[in-house]
């Protein structure tokens, strides 16, 4: 195991737009709204848009990121942003570009930060880290984790999504209301990471081939996920890599979930 660093990753948590009717633009509206295709960046929301461990890259919404001066952007895209101009927030105490007004250089205009590998900051029965070759824009409610350069991607991911971290994120994250973890970068940084400099070449061709069998389907909620034949494949073969003993696999499986099934039924008492 090895502490969480810069030179492994960098964590950060996803792009909050200060107004998101305006920022977040869901597919199947985009037409309609008229901006420019230049403007539109393909995002991911929530973790409830992300059903497998590789990222397939089908995105539900798309992200304004416009850095243009307002008088130089095309007709459609100058007409969606002026709808805002004298819109209020939320709670009707400031104007939509007052709201923005952090954003550089213009209101209107955001600077997202890319990500590599993503997992939800509100756990509750799935447990998965996303990954993705292409770096991808994403909610606030989404945590990313940015692979140092030269740094193998896939195999980061493989090792995120072991037992042995999901188990460290249940045990060790804050419970909250209706029965979710609360993560975030922070405590992501004072977790632990299976260290990759430990395995052999063999150990990780090996680790990533069990992982394409799990990492290309639907992620499952960690009962049922745990009773599948390719996780427990995949798991073994963490385990075994790391000269653990294989035999503890069923004792790891039953402690993460039942103190996920704890913390579910909680809201409930």
Partial sequence: MVDYSPNLFVPFRGERTGWDPMFIIPQS???????????????????????????????????????????????GTKHWVERFENQKNKNGSKMIPEACKGHKPYWYSLNPKLAQIVTSINPYERFFFTYSQQPIAIGQ???????????????????????????E??????DRNLGVLDLNANYIKQLQFLNAALLSED??????????????????????ETRMKDRIDFDKTILRSF????????????????????RVTMKNK
């Avoid at 994120?169 to 804050?174: F, R, S």
């Fill in 169 to 174: 994120i249940e045990l060790k994250g804050t």
């Fill in 29 to 75: 509206n985009v037409e309609d709204s008229g901006v420019a295709d230049r403007y539109l960046t393909p995002f991911v929301k929530s973790s409830a848009e992300l059903h497998s461990i590789a990222f397939e890259g089908e995105f539900e919404n798309r992200l304004l990121v416009c850095k243009d001066k307002i008088e130089d952007v095309d007709k």
């Fill in 141 to 167: 409610r989404l945590i990313a984790l940015n692979i140092a350069e030269n740094k193998d991607v896939e195999l980061a991911a493989a090792l995120l999504n072991s037992v042995v971290v999901f188990l």
């Fill in 203 to 224: 150990d990780k061709d090996e680790i990533k081939k069990r992982f394409k069998a799990i990492s290309h389907r639907t992620v499952l909620p960690i009962y049922e």
């Fill in 243 to 262: 000269n653990i003993d294989v035999s503890i696999l069923d004792e790891l499986y039953e402690m993460l979930v039942s103190s996920v099934e704890s």
